[in-house]
């Protein structure tokens, strides 16, 4: 099965999550294939940009939870898209949950829509947002990641917009993506390249410091009897035992 399909059109190449029976959720199986596809992108010399997309009404909902991909294999992947020399856009109509926002932030640019929503919902399940902190930390106001991260509230595209989430909230996303997709496609390889590297520097460092510490933490969670409640609680649709 072919959890992420590409397509490609005056050196854009779009790369679509397909997965919407569990809401192009971070199973082993599509970390590895978008993995793979960020990959040929690199070496494509056709390819000036990458879209980064999805079919259904979410983006993504996080970790695979009847089947969590490795961490050490996500956070390849979210430091894969920072370090592709070539840009990176998120096309955002739909939901985003956890590990999804770690993605998201990891794009060089996001444009989301009315209909899409965000939430850090790894509190609520014993676990926390530790491995997505490497992208997102440095990407989001710091008053709106601690009550995001400590309340698992659901915020909108203009809140996730306002607190740096994502470049810019639209009623249009492909109205408001034209232009972003026109500049790229005017910019020399070299020069995004070149451009992409001064500007996820700061993210790039910091998962050089902290990228074995917290797939450690994760791991560790992942690991804990109050994870295995939260899950468990989630996965049969009822509180967890701490909910007061």
Same mark, same amino acid.
């Given at each position: 099965? !072919?959890?992420v399909?590409a397509a490609?059109d005056?050196g854009?190449?779009t790369l679509?999550? &397909?997965?919407?029976?569990?809401?192009?959720?971070?199973?082993? &199986?599509?970390?590895? =294939?978008l993995g793979?596809?960020l990959?040929r992108?690199?070496r494509? @010399?056709?390819?000036?940009?990458?879209?980064?997309?999805?079919?259904?009404?979410?983006f993504?909902?996080g970790?695979d939870?009847k089947?969590p991909p490795d961490?050490?294999? $996500?956070?390849?992947?979210m430091?894969a898209?920072v370090? #592709?020399?070539?840009?990176v856009?998120?096309?955002?109509t739909?939901?985003?949950r956890?590990?999804?926002? =770690?993605?998201?932030?990891?794009c060089?640019?996001?444009?989301?829509?009315?209909?899409?929503s965000?939430? $850090?919902?790894?509190a609520?399940?014993g676990?926390?947002p530790?491995?997505?902190s490497? @992208?997102?930390?440095?990407?989001?106001? @710091?008053r709106?990641a601690?009550?995001?991260?400590? !309340? =698992?509230?659901?915020f909108?595209?203009?809140?996730?917009?306002?607190? =740096?989430?994502?470049? #810019?909230?639209a &009623?249009d996303?492909?109205e408001?993506l034209?232009?972003?997709?026109?500049g790229?496609?005017?910019?020399?390889?070299?020069g995004l390249?070149?451009?992409?590297?001064?500007v996820?520097?700061?993210?790039?460092e !910091? $998962?050089?410091r902290?990228?074995?510490?917290?797939?450690?933490?994760s791991?560790s969670l $992942?690991?804990?009897a109050?994870?295995?409640?939260?899950?468990t609680a989630f996965l049969?649709?009822?509180?967890?035992?701490w909910?007061l």
């Amino acid at each position: 099965m !072919t959890l992420v399909r590409a397509a490609h059109d005056r050196g854009i190449t779009t790369l679509a999550l &397909d997965s919407p029976a569990n809401r192009n959720a971070l199973s082993a &199986d599509l970390v590895a =294939g978008l993995g793979a596809e960020l990959a040929r992108c690199a070496r494509d @010399p056709d390819a000036r940009a990458v879209l980064l997309t999805h079919t259904g009404t979410t983006f993504c909902a996080g970790a695979d939870l009847k089947a969590p991909p490795d961490p050490a294999a $996500f956070v390849a992947l979210m430091r894969a898209v920072v370090e #592709l020399p070539k840009p990176v856009v998120a096309r955002v109509t739909g939901h985003v949950r956890a590990g999804g926002l =770690g993605l998201l932030a990891a794009c060089d640019i996001a444009v989301a829509g009315p209909g899409s929503s965000y939430a $850090f919902t790894e509190a609520r399940l014993g676990l926390a947002p530790a491995v997505i902190s490497m @992208p997102v930390l440095p990407r989001m106001d @710091p008053r709106a990641a601690s009550r995001y991260y400590l !309340t =698992g509230e659901r915020f909108d595209a203009a809140e996730a917009a306002r607190t =740096g989430l994502v470049t #810019l909230a639209a &009623d249009d996303v492909d109205e408001a993506l034209a232009p972003v997709l026109d500049g790229l496609r005017r910019s020399s390889p070299q020069g995004l390249a070149a451009s992409k590297a001064l500007v996820t520097a700061t993210v790039a460092e !910091t $998962f050089d410091r902290w990228s074995k510490e917290l797939t450690a933490r994760s791991a560790s969670l $992942f690991a804990s009897a109050e994870a295995r409640e939260g899950v468990t609680a989630f996965l049969e649709r009822r509180d967890p035992a701490w909910v007061l």
